[in-house]
């Protein structure tokens, strides 16, 4: 078993890679390999399972999509956000709305690193920073 | 006087008759006479000549006090005009110092009143530099809590304001815009 940081990496990328089916993390395969890793208990065994889970954590955040609106969307809306995602990013992307009243109005997207931002909150904030204001 | 000579070339018995009438002892007047010139002799020798000595050194030391102190006198005057000369001198001298003295005080003084100058020179800049920043803090500080002011009461308003199709119009341009990154 691997006892360097590369060859940690290494190894957790190798398990990664098997998990990935059709550009997608199959959960059942990412649960076997997690058991597996386990029972085994080699050296560095709790290092590759970190790394494997940082893995997963990036697939996750590349392939969700946080979505938070100042009041509840309708499903029509929520349609027309899943299908502007999937047209943007290609692979079928799971939503999560969430309803936050701090937004006032308006929708916000996050997505991995991307974030669109539509919401009352967000121009209010630019309009502070022209004030010199650093947060509201 | 001629008289009696006559009187003796006419008659010398009549001499000695006026003589004796008038009791002349011819020896003893010569003895007389003599000894009169051993004293005058004698008061000559040994008295009149010491006492002349003594009166010519006293005249002597006399012209040599006179000489002396002609001499003092003249040292005193020489000795005078030295001081004044001296004192003149001095007076000029002091007068140069005092000159000098005054000129430096002067240099002095104008060096100090330059450097016066200077340091209130920066000091007014220095705080007119301070009155500027402080002018601009105050200046941001007012922008930043009329902003705070302005955004606090644009989210309340905006709050109640929002409709519902509002609401939805603005999802709407959320979408719109992730169809444009498409």
Same mark, same amino acid.
């Given at each position: ?20 089916? #059709? ?16 029972? +085994? ?29 100042? $009041? ?13 995602? +999937? ?8 939503? /999560?709305?969430? /309803? #936050? ?11 991995? +690193? ?10 209010? /904030?630019?309009?502070? %920073? ?7 | 006087? #001629? ?5 003796? /070339? #006419? ?7 006026? *003589? ?10 010569? *003895? ?14 040994? *008295? ?5 000595? $003594?009166? *010519? ?46 000129? %430096? ?12 100058? !200077? ?36 989210? !309340? ?26």
């Amino acid at each position: 078993m691997p006892a360097t940081t590369s060859q940690v990496r290494r190894a957790a990328k190798r398990l990664y890679r098997w998990c990935v089916v #059709n550009e997608k993390v199959e959960e059942g395969r990412a649960r076997a390999v997690v058991e597996r890793v386990l029972t +085994s208990r080699r050296r560095g065994y709790l290092s590759v399972l970190g790394e494997f889970k940082r893995l997963l954590t990036i697939d996750s955040a590349r392939h969700t999509a946080k979505i938070d609106s100042a $009041v509840p969307l309708q499903i029509d809306l929520q349609t027309r956000i899943k299908e502007g995602l +999937s047209r943007v990013y290609g692979d079928p992307i799971h939503a /999560q709305f969430a /309803q #936050n009243p701090d937004l006032i109005g308006g929708i916000r997207i996050q997505i991995s +690193s991307d974030v669109y931002d539509g919401t009352v909150k967000s121009r209010l /904030q630019a309009l502070a %920073a022209s004030f010199g204001i650093r947060s509201t | 006087m #001629n008289a009696l000579i006559l009187l003796t /070339q #006419n008659d010398p018995g009549q001499i000695q008759q006026i *003589a004796t009438t008038f009791g002349v002892d011819w020896p003893h007047l010569v *003895a007389q006479i003599i000894s009169f010139c051993i004293v005058c002799f004698l008061l000559h020798r040994f *008295a009149y000549k010491p006492v002349l000595q $003594v009166l *010519a050194q006293r005249r002597e030391l006399i012209a040599q006090d006179v000489v002396d102190r002609e001499k003092i006198k003249a040292e005193l005057e020489k000795a005078e005009a030295e001081r004044r000369r001296i004192m003149l001198q001095a007076d000029a001298k002091a007068t140069k110092v005092i000159e000098e003295t005054h000129a %430096a005080a002067a240099r002095l003084l104008e060096q100090e009143m330059q450097k016066a100058v !200077s340091v209130a020179e920066q000091v007014i800049a220095k705080a007119r530099e301070a009155a500027l920043l402080e002018h601009d803090r105050m200046l941001a500080e007012l922008k930043r809590e009329i902003g705070a002011m302005v955004v606090e009461a644009t989210a !309340s308003i905006t709050r109640k304001m929002l409709t519902s199709d509002d609401q939805r119009r603005m999802a709407e341009e959320t979408i719109k815009s992730l169809g444009r990154a498409a």
